[in-house]
């Protein structure tokens, strides 16, 4: 399974981004779909979750500013982040739950798409 991001770029401080990814591969289903960021110096971070039933979670740190939406069709997740700040800068990272033919769970990572919000 492989991850494919898009949409970081530089923002200034109130304005909105919305990041994509896409799952291709081989595999029986994609359960969640999600991102985490990293800042520098800093631990990852949950950033927004959905499960293939379109439940969705997000973190504190960007609950009211930021939507997480899939596409089951096209395995996508795509993220809005609204009202950006910089602390909101970082390496957001894809992530999927895929379940393989062989009925086991795997975690996969996507390469990271990279957010600047300046002030």
């Known amino acids: 399974v492989q991850l494919q991001a898009s949409g970081g770029g530089m923002v200034q401080a109130g304005g909105s981004l919305r990041l994509s990814c896409a799952a291709s591969?081989?595999?029986?289903?994609?359960?969640?779909m999600g991102w985490y960021r990293q800042a520098p110096g800093k631990q990852r971070e949950l950033v927004a979750g959905?499960?293939?039933?379109?439940?969705?979670m997000y973190s504190d740190s960007v609950k009211g500013r930021c939507t997480i939406s899939r596409d089951n069709a096209k395995n996508a997740v795509y993220l809005q982040l609204n009202s950006l700040k910089p602390e909101d800068t970082a390496v957001y990272l894809c992530?999927?739950?895929?379940?393989?033919?062989?009925?086991?769970?795997?975690?996969?990572w996507g390469p990271g798409t990279l957010v600047t919000v300046s002030s």
């Open positions: 992530y999927a739950d895929a379940r393989l033919s062989t009925g086991e769970n795997y975690h996969y």
């Open positions: 959905i499960a293939g039933s379109s439940t969705a």
């Open positions: 591969g081989t595999f029986f289903s994609i359960n969640t």
